[in-house]
């Protein structure tokens, strides 16, 4: 008798949530979730590229193990014929239904969002999604452009809404109808925004005037930064108002009006997807099933907003890497509702003040590739069993483990362990570390350094994040045969987070 899942995955989302700290966000529906969750301060992807973080984090298995470091292959013919998380608890008796954008669409998901063996339905896509990269956005004159900032009437859209709006429906008509049905569910709903074009409701403008928002604390590019750890943020460049600005190939710096602009709509962006989220789960109460129903909340990755220079996601900063990820478990991290109680009342971002607070929070260094077991563990179904050391021919088995052992620790303010370590090898299977990789074609910035062909990778950027430092090396890359040569390094990064948080220092080849 376990609980249903309702499973929220956003795409390019970043922490600026206030659960998070930020000060300047309006995400009160999301702070709601996170203070009847408990909440990971340190979860990181494993790929900052929507394709290969989705599979890998939907299967529990790392990029190099579903050999997706782009958007062109299918993992079940490419790499192995691996399990997912939504088929394994379709095979354990669930209904699992997906809703927008949950595995990323196209070869990478077999053209079918791996239906059917992931979904008991056909996938649901919103009609709108197709008019994303459009010319929807009023320019001066009224003319229509294909913007990156494209704040929108939403009644001038095609078909008078938005992709987001329509997921949103769509995932509340489904809950309505599994309310019925007394079948457990796996619900999972993807989310666009903030991903590009930053394209919303234009009311959400008025939650931040443009004079209080400020510029990255570090927008410029750091001078140890090795040139082949660079995205250039070609994807930006390509839209209508960045191209018009004509900025210099690869460093040339955006101006500061146009950077404040950016950062403003992306903050906009994000309080619209936080009243989609809102009304979701307000849905949620209304079936009546917030006490059996577990919520993940997370992102697919980060994004830069304008840190070190860069924008978009594709490289191996905190910024592109870390995202969210909190757990509402009913009975464990929030009591059971009383009759008629609301759990997640629907929270107005125009009018609201709140200062909510995670349930527990946890600082372990977290991976994406977790969520896999943790979830089956959390939904009282057998854990799959941990990978082997290649695991190409087996069908179930996950690369990440269960997290649900930190759910309890969190409570405690800050964990101490670090005192308790003398000997610091003690520590080395507690200590967790989370791994992230980004390819590269070349040492320099060109075109498709953000988002290399597999057949043009030559360089593998792996890092390794724990609590007090990222280190990342750059090596010599085989795409032919999948192998890294560690013995070959092109560059290396190694930033200390206590004193250098925005990670602007490189001290790799500081003797030291």
Known sequence: DGMNVLFIVVDDLRPVLGCYGDELVKSPNIDQLAS?????????????????SRVSFLTGRRPDTTRLYDFYSYWRVHAGNYSTMPQYFKENGYVTMSVGKVFHYGVSSNYSDDYPYSWSIPPFHPSTEKYENDKTCR???????????????VAEMPSGTLPDIQSTEEAIRLLKTMKSSKQKFFLAVGYHKPHIPLRYPKEFLKLYPLENITLAPDPWVPEKLPSVAYNPWTDLRQRDDVAALNVSFPYGPLPDDFQRQIRQSYYAAVSYLDTQVGLLLSALDDVGLSNSTIVVFTADHGWSLGEHGEWAKYSNFDVATRVPLMFYVPGMTNSFAGQGQRVFPYLDPFNCVLG???????????????LFPTLAELAGLQLPPVCPQTSFHVALCTEGPSIVRYFNASKEKVEKEKDECDDICNCCDEEPVAFSQYPRPADTPQWNSDKPKLKDIRIMGYSMRTTDYRCTVWVQFNPHNFSANFEEVHAGELYMVETDPNQDYNIYNNNS
């Open 356 to 370: 909510l607070v995670p349930q527990g929070r946890s600082r372990k260094v977290v991976e994406l590739v977790s």
């Open 139 to 153: 320019g001066k004159g009224g003319k229509l452009y294909a913007n990156l900032v494209c704040p929108v009437d």
């Open 36 to 52: 009847r969750s408990v909440v990971f301060s340190n979860a990181y992807a494993q790929q900052a590229l929507c394709a290969p």
